[in-house]
């Protein structure tokens, strides 16, 4: 506390580099990590720059510059769909709503999900108890179910879309940050910052939130990757925003327009390799950091 | 070598044993079964009311005219409109609707479908068969094909065996399961490029096909790539909880042990990895149900089986909202009593809970 | 390395005699045992070059600090070290050497012919089998007993131990830490073997139910022919049941001799020190003057130069730092120490 407030910051700021340092040693040992990252990385990039080198009038359905169902040529690379479009260009466009969808989502429920269990696993007693009965009860609910109910029901909108799946999603990341909670709670320095007379919101905010944080940002980009798969189902059952273009949606249009019985892989088989491509890599990222920040995993890979 | 003098010498009892420790059975031991019976039914019994609740107001209290959402995009009269929500309970007050929701829903009345103007219980009985067959066979061959893959890959962890495997459980695990449906259509059924269309491409059943051998072999082909679809999606999650748990008892000692004893490594792994391993799995492919009723509502609408998960989907394009009530409730309960019964019959399988 | 190549010659000398008659062959002769553990950074070495012989019906101790190697020694009678270990030297049971037989022998071998009483019954039981079901499984597996007799075999073993006939329906959880040990012993001697191994049998237990178990294992072996390695941290614990006892450090045997000797006066400075870390029952001189070893056994895979022991030892010497002496005769009884004073007090 004597101590004057420059040094201490460059401390602090030496054992944060060093932290990121090893962080990124052991991360980089995870092949199937680096790769999901490239590929999220390429992934984010082509989203950020779509506008760039795809003109948005192409992409209207009245401005599609091809054919109908052209197959693949040297000018669509993949062919063109029921309105002349470029399905290159939908596939690399789509690249946007989805990874927007499946980020918010993820997000929505990784909020929800750790603001729930860290009051769970502070506080313990009865409001522990009924929470977790909540989340526990969220946990066995069908949760495409209940995301195409609350898709239905709600108006067509990406919004509708993310509150679908934040909402069905987040009770697996309560138990995962209430039973962090626990096990950070149990260490000696919680007592310390009590017996100090940090209150409940310090202790969570200044001593849990940043323990917990590691397992967080695991959970998230797992849950991305379901989120983008979520997204896709719902718009290809016809639940999702009519008005953008997604993957789940151009392949729902792929169907409506009879692709499937009359053979025009190029108009089904992109988009679906597009999902399964960014859910893998999500995943990959994923189990990698569960790896660097659970030893135990780690040593038996 | 028996000698006993010795075991005379020894106290036979020593205490601290944890649990009971003494005769088996007992008073002690049954108040505690029925307990956790009990605490275990009334939770159940707790979510289901829950279910029941949220459908009601989920579906209704939400924004949308169910009456204005079934005569869209015809001419109809106020009075038309009024009817039609007398027909359908529509126009009594709210906390009525509920009461009548209740008590329908204790005698299995569903209320009636707004598209198909018959009785919902109806549509469920006719359509519930198929969705057991499929979501059945999809699970068990799924479960099967998780625990073996999953036990052989944690034996032979780090291996290019392992490596594979889990490689594919992940890819597959990441492809949208409508997609990987429709990709088989296309491959395997449509009879597009230079594969026969060796499967059907929809339905259960082709039309004319009698006799009970012919109509069975006739069900399992038209089965084929829908359980396909759905093992292929679901079978990796089951695949890397196994992997996980027979890693976690690798190094135990009484793996040692059984070897110590002379067992070949397959028995050390049958007789005593496995069954130490599968604990936590079978919890966790009845935790995972929920996830399978989603993939049978794709998997049904992409191959148009005549189950509950197609009823579902055409449901919800009208919106027909006592039959999507009636499912969402029906699907939720179904999760809900298989964790029941995988609570029931966890303590058969593990003594450690047992007591 | 040379050493080891001088310490084999005279056993290669006796070889020819050894198997001659079988009478004339130990129970158990171990060879110049090396293991060493592959690790990230390199191979690391666990045992040194251990040699020691068991007669029939005789009680070895090896006695030591954790990390000195001992389980690995017990471990690697049965050859069931973990696949990144490589062993070297041999171990011959009954003039069969263990690190040469083909899977299908040594399967036959385990258990039947050396049985081993883990440490911590606790997880060397498996925990969602009947324990009867346990005991049963070697009897099974190598066919000693007709398989309508072994309900009545597992009663007759567990009231050996001391256990009641009902408890073959019990799960280990329904066990205490001593009752369960009493298992692992009933399912040792399942297969009537010539050897047992018992890895830190005690460890874990209070002194009471130690005391008992003791009682136990000994009572069992005296009289039948069965010989025992009884593996133990408490010098104490196996100076009550042994014969001989060898006490290990870093890897190596370094102070071999009758039990009660190297107790009470042991040539080893290391031995010395760990006799003295256990202060004995009834001896006031070692309650008031108890004595700790400073510092901690020497990394295995950075062991320092010359005598493992000197950077702990007492009376290291600038010599000690030079060599790393072999196992030296020290006395009467087939007393032998590894320590240079050893050497200079016999000459």
């Known amino acids: ?301 | 070598m028996t000698r006993p003098a010795t075991a005379a010498a020894a106290p036979p009892e020593e205490p601290g044993a944890p649990g009971p420790g003494t005769a088996p059975g007992g008073p002690s031991r049954a108040a505690r079964v029925l307990r956790y019976l009990g605490g275990r039914l009334l939770t159940a019994a707790v979510s289901l009311l829950a279910v029941m609740v949220t459908s009601f107001f989920l579906f209704r209290i939400l924004p949308g005219d169910p009456v204005r959402a079934m005569t869209e995009g015809r001419e109809v009269s106020v009075e038309q409109l009024e009817e039609l929500r007398a027909q359908f309970g529509l126009d009594k007050p709210l906390w009525q609707q509920f009461a009548d929701y209740c008590v329908g829903l204790l005698r299995f009345d569903f209320g009636t479908s707004y598209q198909y103007r018959v009785p919902v219980a109806e549509l469920i009985a006719e359509r519930i068969g198929p969705t057991v067959l499929l979501a059945g066979t999809g699970t068990v061959v799924a479960a099967l094909l998780g625990l073996v893959l999953g036990t052989r890959a944690a034996w032979r962890r780090g291996s290019a065996g392992d490596r594979a495997t889990t490689a594919v459980a992940l890819t597959l695990w990441s492809v949208p399961s409508f997609w990987l449906g429709l990709l088989l259509i296309v491959v395997l059924a449509s009879g597009a490029g230079w594969l026969p269309g060796l499967f059907p491409t929809s339905g259960m059943s082709t039309p004319g096909v009698e006799g009970g051998f012919d109509s069975a072999v006739d069900v399992a082909h038209h089965m084929v790539l829908p359980v396909a679809t759905m093992v292929a999606v679901v079978y990796a999650q089951y695949l890397l909880i196994m992997r996980s748990s027979v890693l976690d008892e690798m190094g135990a000692d009484y793996l040692t042990t059984a070897r110590a004893k002379g067992l070949r490594d397959s028995l050390v792994l049958r007789r005593h990895a496995v069954p130490n391993a599968l604990l936590p799995t079978v919890t966790l492919i009845f935790l995972n149900l929920g996830r399978v009723m989603g993939g049978v509502i794709l998997i049904e609408t992409v191959f148009a089986w005549p189950g509950l998960g197609s009823l579902f989907y055409s449901g919800l394009r009208v919106p027909d909202l006592p039959l999507v009530q009636a499912l969402f409730v029906l699907f939720a309960s179904a999760v809900i009593i298989m964790n029941l019964l995988a609570d029931l019959v966890y303590p058969l399988l593990d003594p450690r809970v047992r007591t | 390395m040379s050493t080891d190549d001088g310490a084999r010659v005279p056993d290669g000398a006796r070889a020819p005699d050894g198997p001659q008659g079988t009478g004339a062959e130990p129970l158990l002769r171990v060879e110049d045992l090396r293991v060493d553990y592959r690790t990230a950074g390199g191979r690391v070495p666990a045992v040194r070059g251990v040699s020691f012989t068991l007669e029939a019906g005789s009680k070895l101790g090896v006695a030591g600090e954790s990390g000195c190697g001992k389980s690995t020694v017990a471990l690697a009678l049965l050859r069931l070290l973990p696949k990144s270990a490589r062993v070297g030297g041999s171990v011959l049971l009954e003039g069969e050497d263990v690190t040469a037989m083909r899977w299908g022998r040594l399967r036959a071998v385990r258990w039947a012919g050396a049985s081993i009483v883990f440490q911590g019954a606790m997880h060397a039981l498996n925990a969602v089998r009947r324990v009867g079901d346990q005991i049963a499984e070697p009897m099974l597996l190598h066919g000693t007993v007709p398989p309508g007799r072994t309900g009545a075999r597992v009663g007759e073993l567990l009231e050996s131990v001391g256990l009641p006939r009902w408890r073959a329906r019990s799960y280990p959880h329904e066990l205490s830490g001593g009752q369960r040990q009493r298992v692992m012993i009933a399912m040792a001697l399942a297969c009537e073997p010539r050897l047992i191994i018992a890895d830190e049998p005690t460890t874990a237990l209070d002194v009471m139910v130690q005391a008992q178990i003791l009682r136990l294992i000994d009572d069992l072996v005296a009289g039948s022919g069965i010989g025992l390695v009884m593996i133990s941290h408490d010098l104490s614990v196996l100076a009550d049941t042994c014969d001989r006892l060898a006490v290990m450090y870093a890897g190596r045997v370094v102070e071999e001799g009758p039990a009660a000797e190297v107790v009470a006066a042991a040539r080893h400075p290391y031995a010395a020190a760990l006799s003295a870390a256990f202060p004995r029952v009834g001896d006031p001189g070692s309650r008031m003057a108890p004595r700790g070893l400073p510092g901690d056994p020497p990394d295995p895979a950075a062991l320092p130069e010359g005598c493992s022991f000197r950077p702990r030892c007492a009376v290291a010497e600038e010599r000690c730092a030079a060599t790393d002496p072999d196992l030296w005769s020290a006395g009467d009884g087939g007393r032998r120490a590894a320590c240079v004073k050893v050497l200079e007090e016999a000459v």
Request: with cysteine; glycine share 10%; aromatic share 8%.
């Open chain 1, 1 to 301: 506390m004597s101590a004057p407030a420059p040094s201490r910051r460059a401390l602090l700021w030496a054992r944060r580099r060093a932290a990121w340092g090893e962080f990124a040693r052991t991360y980089a040992q995870n092949r199937a990590g680096l790769f999901g990252l490239a590929a999220l990385a390429a992934a984010a990039l082509t989203a950020l720059c779509a506008p760039l080198f795809i003109d948005a009038g192409e992409l209207a359905v009245t401005g599609g510059p091809g054919g109908r169902f052209e197959p693949p040529s040297g000018e669509f690379w993949l062919g063109t769909d029921a309105f002349g479009r470029s399905v290159l260009a939908m596939v690399l466009w789509g690249a946007r709503i989805s990874l927007t969808v499946g980020f918010l989502a993820a997000f929505v429920s990784v909020a929800l999900g750790t603001v729930i269990g860290i009051i769970a696993g502070h506080f313990g007693g009865w409001p522990s108890d009924v929470l977790m009965r909540v989340t526990d009860w969220f946990l066995v609910l069908p949760s495409l179910v209940v995301a195409v109910a609350l898709a239905a029901v709600l108006e067509r909108s990406t919004l509708t879309i993310i509150v679908a799946i934040g909402v069905t999603a987040w009770p697996a990341t309560a138990r995962v940050v209430r039973a962090q909670t626990l096990s950070v709670e149990a260490r000696p320095f919680i007592e310390r910052a009590r017996a100090l007379g940090g209150g409940h919101l310090h202790v969570m905010k200044r001593h849990v939130l940043p323990n917990v944080m590691p397992v967080v940002l695991a959970q998230t980009t797992l849950l991305v990757a379901e989120a983008i798969v979520m997204e896709s189902t719902l718009s290809f059952l016809g639940l999702g925003d009519p008005s953008t273009i997604s993957w789940g949606g151009i392949l729902q249009d792929a169907r409506s327009a009879g692709a499937i019985s009359s053979g025009i892989w190029w108009y089904m088989v992109p988009p679906g390799l597009a999902i399964a491509l960014v859910a893998l890599s999500f995943t990959l990222c994923g189990r990698a950091l569960e790896g660097v920040f659970n030893p135990r995993l780690r040593e038996r890979r």
